[in-house]
């Protein structure tokens, strides 16, 4: 064997050597990355230079907000920029809003509508990763660029259609107003039945005012529930209560026979599939603010460190504890050190 044979092999073995470390570092890398929220506001001297997040459970929500909603908060610096972290979110995609309140306002002050409106809603999980940039030409939030995650830029399209509403308060008559009303609702909804993603569909069922709609147009709803069966998020649960029970008619009485037929198949399978769940539905039902205690709790924290650290009352963190131990049915921290989160 030459000596250049032995060179060429020498360092194609160098080479490959590499690769796979360079491989291996860009993987721990990735693995490591922590998640974000982060964007940039054009804001001047009126609005306090803090922006809070807010986790909204259901969408009868959306005009609502309370310290308890808040789960983060995070400063704005002099060229407007701020970061959320997303590591401690949902893993599946919950509806947030952000907001900055003015100065010398309480944190939980929601403007809606007109020039001051100081809020927007976005989707996101704990694995986002989300940039926002406003334009601030009228409105704090107007007209936003949201990068990353793709159901967000479903929920900017709802939320302009939802905003020409405003324009039909100025300079029109009342039956103008209806007509375009009535456009901008069947807008609405032609994007609640034409989306594929679950939440941003319901969201903009819920902008196009469907509860006065429901009774003028029931089949569109009722089709609507079977459409998202099987969609079980607390947002369907809470919606599906407010849409009044089907009537009897021939397709009810084919599913009372179907389900009769394969009544003992389906309840097999949900013995079978009870268990494996369970674990997973006792984790859904906690709130954002109790994952982030029980993630504490996990770490060794005590009451005391925890209240210290959220800068929340010791009462308060004995509540949130408690209320731990009962949805995920465990009686000790020890108990707790054993729960998957």
């Known amino acids: ?26 993987r721990v890398d990735c693995q490591n990355k922590n998640h974000r929220i982060e964007g940039t506001l054009k804001m001047d001297s009126i609005w306090s230079p803090t922006i809070y997040l807010s986790h909204i459970e259901s969408l009868n929500e959306l005009n609502t907000v309370s310290n308890e909603m808040i789960i983060a908060e995070s400063k704005i610096d002099s060229l407007g920029n701020f970061t959320f972290s997303t590591d401690y979110l949902f893993k599946e995609d919950h509806l947030y809003r952000i907001h900055v309140s003015k100065k010398n306002s309480p944190a939980a002050s929601l403007i809606i509508g007109g020039k001051d409106e100081n809020h927007m809603f976005i989707i996101a999980n704990a694995n986002s990763d989300i940039i926002i940039k406003t334009q601030g030409k009228i409105r704090l939030f107007d007209d936003p660029e949201i990068i990353g995650h793709s159901p967000n830029q479903s929920l900017i399209e709802v939320n302009k259609t939802f905003s020409y509403k405003d324009s039909t308060d100025f300079g029109l008559s009342k039956i103008k107003r209806g007509f375009i009303t009535k456009a901008i609702n069947e807008k609405l909804r032609f994007i609640t039945d034409t989306s594929k993603h679950s939440l941003v569909s319901l969201y903009a069922l819920y902008k196009s005012d469907f509860e006065s709609d429901y009774p003028l147009n029931k089949e569109f709803y009722l089709n609507y529930i ?3 069966n099987n969609e079980d998020s607390n947002y369907f649960q809470v919606f599906k209560k407010q849409i009044p029970a089907k009537h009897e008619d ?25 268990t494996k769940n369970k674990s997973r539905k006792r984790m859904q039902s ?10 504490l709790i996990q770490e060794g924290k005590s009451n005391k460190e925890i209240s210290e650290e959220y800068n929340i009352e010791l009462s308060t963190v004995k ?3 408690s209320n731990i131990y009962s949805k995920l049915n465990i009686k000790s921290r020890k108990e707790a050190l054993e729960v998957k989160v």
């Open 1 to 26: 064997m030459t000596d250049k044979t032995i060179f060429l092999k020498g360092f194609l073995k160098f080479v490959i050597y590499g690769f796979c470390l360079l491989s291996i570092s860009l």
């Open 319 to 321: 509540t949130h504890v």
């Open 226 to 228: 079977d459409k998202w």
């Open 286 to 295: 906690l709130s954002v603010q109790e994952r982030r205690i029980l993630k």
């Open 250 to 274: 021939s397709r009810s009485s084919f599913f009372l026979i179907t389900i009769l037929s394969f009544f003992g198949g389906f309840f097999l399978h949900y013995l079978l599939k009870n």
